[in-house]
């Protein structure tokens, strides 16, 4: 019974796995379940590998038995590891509309490419998933691009808490390659869209995108308790933002007199139906709320309010309610703004995804530089 113990690096910790081939001569690796920190003592490392070497043998001897041992299949089937674990730990970190995109394209993953082990598949089947979206389903190429981004995801956050032992995408270029089209309104569209929800709660709501370049999830999910009114700043959780990154987000002027209007609209209202808020405490009132109750304007509410006023100022039908985080980009860029300081607020974790896609206008401040010659 030949086998070998040996460490592999795994975060801050190293793992002890068992390699040894099994009685059909296939060769087999399994955790043991035995680890120790990056930074250890000898007689600590040693006692760690003792141990290991005596689950290695259970390990081995059941394999060869023909026991059942979690160890020698750690992994369940697909869709059960995504309904015991993975699902519920999306629940607790993403927003409600992250979640149905992750949930979507994992259940269509499974769907399409078959219920099997989770370290059963292998790298062409996410291949497979994306050509038979595209030609067998009529899926766009940048909604399959989400869709792969949400199944990796989820086979990463299982490699990376141990409930997988490969990762069969990982390092894989398997995405579209689709061109990337950032619509936003001219001064002259963002001007009529302002005079048509004047005096309108949508109205408050499109200014305060535009100012701030905000998601409209994380506007419909925001709270007062989010405000700091003394410092005229935002503390976002990551809760309530795509990128599960908490944000810290100065307010404008006039990002910050829309809070103060929507502040004295929910002061009214709390006094004159003191029934919507019983037991509700003004910080954990939602800051957009629908005029005749205490609930929030939810994502759908909103973009139909806003599909209203678009319809009434005959603006475009390819200018949708995120155009305004692009329009927030281009136009603080065009006014002199800084890429840095634009990639901040908009929450992006590097500066180059921002110069991705903006850094087209902030080359416009560079043309008298280039005529100084």
Same mark, same amino acid.
């Given at each position: 019974?030949?086998? /070998?113990? %040996?460490?592999?690096?795994?975060?801050?910790? @190293?793992? +002890? #796995?068992?390699?040894?081939?099994?009685?059909?001569?296939? =060769?087999?690796?399994?955790?043991?379940?035995?680890?120790?920190?990056?930074?250890?003592?000898?007689?600590?490392?040693?006692?760690?590998?003792?141990?290991?070497?005596?689950?290695?043998?259970?390990?081995?001897?059941?394999?060869?038995?023909?026991?059942?041992?979690?160890?020698?299949?750690?992994?369940?089937?697909?869709?059960?590891?995504?309904?015991?674990?993975?699902?519920?730990?999306?629940?607790?970190?993403?927003?409600?509309?992250?979640?149905?995109?992750?949930?979507?394209?994992?259940?269509?993953?499974?769907?399409?490419?078959?219920?099997?082990?989770? /370290?059963? %598949?292998?790298?062409?089947?996410?291949?497979? @998933?994306? +050509? #038979?979206?595209?030609?067998?389903?009529?899926?766009?190429? =940048?909604?399959?691009?989400?869709?792969?981004?949400?199944?990796?995801?989820?086979?990463?956050?299982?490699?990376?808490?141990?409930?997988?032992?490969?990762?069969?995408?990982?390092?894989?270029?398997?995405?579209?390659?689709?061109?990337?089209?950032?619509?936003?309104?001219?001064?002259?569209?963002?001007?009529?869209?302002?005079?048509?929800?004047?005096?309108?709660?949508?109205?408050?709501?499109?200014?305060?995108?535009?100012?701030?370049?905000?998601?409209?999830?994380?506007?419909?999910?925001?709270?007062?308790?989010?405000?700091?009114?003394?410092?005229?700043?935002?503390?976002?959780?990551?809760?309530?933002?795509?990128?599960?990154?908490?944000?810290?987000?100065?307010?404008?002027?006039?990002?910050?007199?829309?809070?103060?209007?929507?502040?004295?609209?929910?002061?009214?209202?709390?006094?004159?139906?003191?029934?919507?808020?019983?037991?509700?405490?003004?910080?954990?009132?939602?800051?957009?709320?629908?005029?005749?109750?205490?609930?929030?304007?939810?994502?759908?509410?909103?973009?139909?309010?806003?599909?209203?006023?678009?319809?009434?100022?005959?603006?475009?039908?390819?200018?949708?309610?995120?155009?305004?985080?692009?329009?927030?980009?281009?136009?603080?860029?065009?006014?002199?703004?800084?890429?840095?300081?634009?990639?901040?607020?908009?929450?992006?974790?590097?500066?180059?995804?921002?110069?991705?896609?903006?850094?087209?206008?902030?080359?416009?401040?560079?043309?008298?530089?280039?005529?100084?010659?």
């Amino acid at each position: 019974m030949q086998f /070998n113990v %040996y460490p592999f690096k795994r975060g801050k910790k @190293y793992r +002890l #796995y068992v390699r040894f081939e099994d009685q059909h001569g296939q =060769t087999k690796t399994l955790s043991t379940g035995v680890s120790y920190p990056l930074r250890t003592n000898k007689k600590d490392r040693e006692k760690a590998f003792k141990k290991a070497q005596e689950q290695a043998i259970e390990i081995v001897m059941t394999n060869f038995n023909g026991g059942v041992d979690p160890r020698i299949d750690p992994t369940p089937l697909l869709s059960k590891y995504l309904e015991e674990k993975y699902f519920k730990h999306i629940k607790l970190d993403l927003s409600e509309s992250s979640i149905r995109i992750y949930t979507n394209a994992l259940h269509n993953f499974v769907r399409i490419c078959g219920d099997r082990r989770v /370290n059963d %598949y292998k790298r062409s089947d996410i291949q497979d @998933y994306k +050509l #038979y979206r595209m030609e067998n389903e009529g899926i766009k190429k =940048t909604t399959i691009n989400i869709e792969l981004r949400s199944i990796k995801a989820g086979f990463n956050w299982g490699l990376k808490n141990e409930y997988i032992e490969r990762h069969p995408f990982k390092s894989q270029d398997y995405m579209f390659e689709v061109k990337e089209k950032r619509s936003e309104f001219t001064d002259e569209q963002i001007e009529r869209l302002f005079q048509v929800t004047e005096g309108k709660s949508i109205g408050l709501v499109v200014r305060f995108a535009y100012y701030t370049g905000l998601r409209i999830g994380s506007i419909s999910a925001m709270k007062w308790k989010m405000i700091d009114l003394e410092n005229k700043s935002l503390n976002l959780p990551k809760s309530i933002m795509k990128a599960e990154k908490p944000l810290f987000y100065p307010l404008g002027d006039k990002a910050f007199n829309i809070i103060q209007v929507c502040k004295a609209q929910l002061k009214k209202k709390r006094k004159e139906h003191p029934e919507w808020y019983e037991d509700i405490p003004f910080s954990e009132c939602h800051v957009f709320q629908k005029q005749n109750e205490s609930g929030r304007y939810s994502i759908r509410g909103i973009q139909d309010m806003f599909r209203t006023a678009m319809d009434k100022a005959k603006l475009p039908d390819s200018l949708v309610f995120h155009c305004l985080r692009h329009t927030f980009a281009t136009h603080t860029l065009k006014k002199g703004g800084s890429l840095n300081g634009v990639s901040k607020l908009l929450g992006h974790s590097e500066i180059a995804i921002t110069s991705k896609f903006y850094d087209h206008t902030s080359t416009l401040h560079y043309r008298e530089d280039a005529n100084l010659l």
